[in-house]
């Protein structure tokens, strides 16, 4: 599974913090997530409070 973030992030960083391989940077304009390092583990979607990420088909 992928995920992405879409409209909605209130840069909380909760997805950033809960990154078991540190595939999410959170700056000024959002959270971004690296594809080439996400494992597709859900851990960031699970505990965005905003519910933000999605997971997208590949």
Do not use: D, F, W
């Not at 971004?32 to 590949?58: D, Q, T, W």
């Amino acid at each position: 599974m992928v995920y992405k973030v879409s409209q909605g992030c209130t840069l909380c960083g909760m997805c950033e913090t809960e990154c078991p391989v540190g595939a999410i940077v959170v700056t000024k304009t959002g959270a971004h997530i690296n594809p080439e390092i996400c494992l597709g583990c859900g851990n960031c979607a699970a505990n965005c409070a905003s519910e933000a990420i999605v997971a997208i088909e590949e």
